[in-house]
């Protein structure tokens, strides 16, 4: 009983995470930005591919900040760089009521909103969990970013709510509150990083050599191939499942579906990337996260094959991309710790995650210019399903762990890993 102090609250730095992610960057300037992006595009006379070129922009700059705020986490700590960012964020939001029928004042509060948005990114989130957790890191992941899945299927409901019944101008000050109430006051209430001590308990590298903490820094990691194979992978599969899923919604309403069923059809994207999450982070700590990989890559190819098709009812498509993104960030955040550690893992996840950012802007603006200019998303759908195939090529070519879990210290004795 004297050591439970140290340890008793860590899953609740999980729940704590997962509501975060609920309000998270992709849920809300990828995700309800799909919903807004009809009322918004008829009221102020956008087209489509304007739009999509602004949503794209969001994420190309969240892109360009977020490895500088992975350093800054490293040096200034999770919780004080959060806090910061959500209510920032939040504000930047309810910004977006101000649109109004020019191309500039789009571009620039999209942008903003992308600065804004860097803390709601997993970087943060990620790295306390990996410092709290290590044979039950995948777990603790996928738990906390199934909080992804659920703003997936929550927030599109919650913007089509707001729209609805307030209006779109004032549906994204709706969003601004709701960041605050489920992403700043579980993080004030709840997140804290472990001592020193702790960490170095989780730590196979720290228990046998006894140095700070185990891992290599960001210029060593970019000379290697297994960090560009990593970030091909996650780029690949950000550009072809996100950008799929931010155009649900119009193109089924296109082809006669109701918007409440194509919204419905989003969110069990949502509802099947809760269950995958969790699952995905389960297998790892005991199966090889390539192969997991590979399987949550899969399912992708199969639903964005069902969405250009049509043959296929379109919840299915759906389902199966919501699958996929089991495959991004709770296992790149997985592979990040086993094959670079932890001691600058908010610099690499940063650097990492940046291209996923990036691939949600080239995604979602790569079928909405094919749109635009060929009425049709077939050209994108294929290239997204050859982007696919050659992650699950690269993601196989890593090899075994660097930093595996710890098991047992010299001579047999336990180690106590949380």
Request: glycine fraction near 10%.
């Amino acid at each position: 009983m004297a050591d439970k102090p140290h340890y008793w609250n860590r899953w609740w730095i999980v729940v704590a995470a997962m509501l975060g992610l609920i309000v998270g960057q992709g849920s809300i300037n990828v995700f309800a930005a799909g919903v807004f992006l009809k009322p918004v595009a008829q009221d102020l006379g956008f087209g489509r591919g304007e739009i999509s070129t602004a949503i794209g922009l969001s994420s190309v700059v969240t892109a360009v900040t977020t490895p500088f705020f992975g350093r800054l986490v490293d040096l200034l700590g999770v919780r004080f760089m959060l806090l910061w960012s959500i209510g920032l964020f939040a504000v930047a939001t309810a910004a977006l009521s101000l649109l109004i029928a020019s191309t500039t004042v789009l571009f620039l509060l999209f942008a903003i909103s992308g600065v804004m948005s860097v803390g709601q990114t997993p970087t943060a989130y990620c790295k306390v969990i990996t410092e709290w957790f290590d044979r039950q890191r995948g777990l603790a992941l996928g738990i906390a970013l199934a909080g992804v899945g659920l703003g997936t299927a929550l927030i599109p409901q919650i913007s089509n709510a707001l729209i609805a019944h307030l209006g779109w101008r004032s549906g994204y000050i709706g969003l601004g509150v709701t960041i605050l109430v489920l992403a700043f006051l579980p993080v004030a209430l709840f997140v804290r990083e472990p001592a020193k001590p702790q960490i170095l308990q989780s730590s196979a590298k720290a228990v046998h050599e006894s140095i700070a903490l185990p891992g290599v820094g960001l210029a060593e990691a970019i000379r290697t191939w297994r960090y560009w194979a990593m970030t091909l992978t996650f780029f690949f599969a950000a550009t072809a499942i996100n950008g799929s899923l931010v155009h649900v919604v119009p193109l089924l309403t296109d082809r006669g579906i109701p918007v409440s069923a194509a919204i419905s059809a989003l969110s069990a994207a949502g509802l099947a990337l809760i269950g995958g999450r969790v699952v995905a982070g389960y297998c790892v700590d005991k199966i090889f996260a390539p192969y997991i990989v590979v399987l949550f890559l899969l399912c992708p190819m199969i639903g964005i094959a069902i969405l250009a098709t049509g043959m296929v009812m379109p919840i299915v498509g759906t389902i199966l991309l919501g699958l996929g993104i089991g495959a991004e960030i709770d296992l790149m955040s997985f592979i990040i710790s086993r094959y670079f550690g932890i001691r600058f893992f908010g610099a690499l996840h940063g650097f990492m995650f940046a291209p996923v950012l990036l691939g949600n802007a080239v995604g979602a603006s790569i079928l909405g210019w094919c749109f635009q200019l060929m009425h049709s998303y077939s050209l994108g759908f294929a290239l997204f399903e050859v982007l696919l195939a050659i992650a699950c090529v690269l993601i196989m070519t890593l090899g075994h762990y660097r930093f595996p879990a710890v098991r047992e210290a010299p001579l047999g004795e336990p180690v106590r890993v949380v």
